[in-house]
């Protein structure tokens, strides 16, 4: 079966080669996209293992650039696997197509927002931005600490500090909330962004989403990385994900309840389920040699049931499951959000939080108390852009 990709014409260069911008429509692969594009299969079969894998990761609904000439022949192809990565596909001199890995050149600006909430966060967030998903994200992110409805008042205050990315003019990926406040009623809730997760003035988690490990593993064999992109190797390659080694048919849980999104074979990561269990979180078991036939797409899953078993299809040199955890689509380290004893900030890395959100309470608490509301309710200034 073939899947069109939506299209957005959208004309970026426009002396006889057209660019265009498409979004990557659910069940394509990688090589049907090579297939339709007319590009040689090579392209793929010559990757390594883990270039294999990354191919793999190209996510539903993500947005890509192809620039053709005036036959429809591709000049070049852009395909973001991640924030900070893209394939790109290019012409060498020899007129011979090719294929690297390229960081994605984005710029990020640290905007702050003070309010004097007038009807609710979400709608004078809103109203002050124009940004929805920053809304949202916001009023998701407190939403475990505070109820708005219950407490909020009008005048009451909020402000936060957050980063947003741009890449060609657009935003793109999901705002980071740094650290917030709300002031209710003269009562202050903070919460500040710490390593993956929220946390309260005394160092305790508002917003976690804990995971329970999906496999007894016997080791990790290849820890998480973003593998940012060093400019003199040029090879470094991400891991979005921890690979935890167990024997073949090694049964594999799912690590909080949700609903399957995906099940199937996925190149390089060979049999995957994915599973949504809400908050923005997602996570991907790879390599199974065994799918449970209960997780079929749109099955509803309990933490702990039975979904597969452990093996190595795909691009995989022994038995082991690549673990994927992601964040609004973004990939974060899972070992960060699964279950440990206790998920408290202790020791050294409490005293290192306390430092830094005492610094940040202080910066929070001036942008409210040294602003006149009374002409106008709020304001979002762009601090910093890089
Ligand atoms: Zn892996």
């Not at 305790?204 to 003199?232: D, N, Q």
């Not at 799918?291 to 099955?299: E, I, Y």
Request: hydrophobic share 35%; aromatic share 14%; glycine share 8%.
């Amino acid at each position: 079966m073939r899947f069109f990709a939506l299209i957005f014409f959208l004309c970026f260069y426009c002396f006889g080669a057209v660019g265009e911008r498409i979004v990557w429509s659910s069940g394509l692969s990688f090589l049907t996209f090579l297939e339709q594009n007319h590009l040689p299969l090579k392209l793929y079969y010559n990757l390594s293992a883990t270039d294999k894998e990354l191919a793999s990761e190209i996510q539903v609904g993500s947005v890509y650039y192809l620039l053709k000439d005036e036959n429809q022949k591709v000049l070049q192809a852009l395909i973001p696997i991640s924030e900070d990565m893209q394939i790109h596909i290019y012409q060498n001199p020899n007129k011979e197509y090719a294929l690297d890995f390229i960081p994605i050149v984005y710029t990020t600006h640290k905007n702050t927002l003070v309010v004097s909430v007038q009807k609710s966060p979400y709608q004078d967030i809103l109203e002050h931005t124009k940004d929805i998903v920053l809304a949202t994200e916001f009023v998701n992110t407190y939403r475990k600490s505070i109820d708005f409805h219950k407490y909020m008042l009008k005048d009451d205050k909020l402000a936060f500090t957050y980063t947003r990315k741009y890449r060609l003019g657009r935003t793109f990926s999901t705002p980071e909330i740094q650290s917030a406040i709300v002031q209710t009623n003269k009562k202050a809730h903070y919460i500040f962004g710490f390593e993956d997760s929220f946390y309260d003035l005394k160092g305790r988690e508002v917003a976690g989403f804990l995971l329970e490990m999906p496999v007894k593993y016997r080791r990790i064999s290849s820890k998480f990385s973003y593998g940012r992109w060093h400019p003199v190797l040029k090879k470094v390659r991400p891991h979005y994900g921890v690979d935890l080694s167990a024997a073949h048919g090694t049964p594999i849980y799912a690590s909080a309840s949700g609903k399957v999104v995906y099940s199937g074979y996925r190149g390089g990561y060979g049999n995957v389920v994915e599973i949504s269990h809400g908050d923005g979180i997602r996570t991907l078991y790879a390599h199974m040699s065994k799918r449970d036939p209960k997780a079929f797409v749109g099955a509803r899953i309990k933490k702990g049931q039975l979904i597969g078993r452990v093996g190595s299809t795909g691009m995989s040199t022994g038995p082991h499951l690549h673990f994927g955890v992601y964040r609004n689509n973004k990939p974060i380290d899972p070992l960060g959000i699964v279950r440990t004893e206790k998920n408290q900030l202790k020791g050294s890395k409490k005293k290192e939080f306390l430092i830094f959100a005492n610094q940040q309470k202080e910066i929070l608490d001036s942008l409210i108390n040294s602003y006149d509301f009374s002409e106008k309710k709020g304001y979002v200034m762009t601090e910093s852009i890089q």
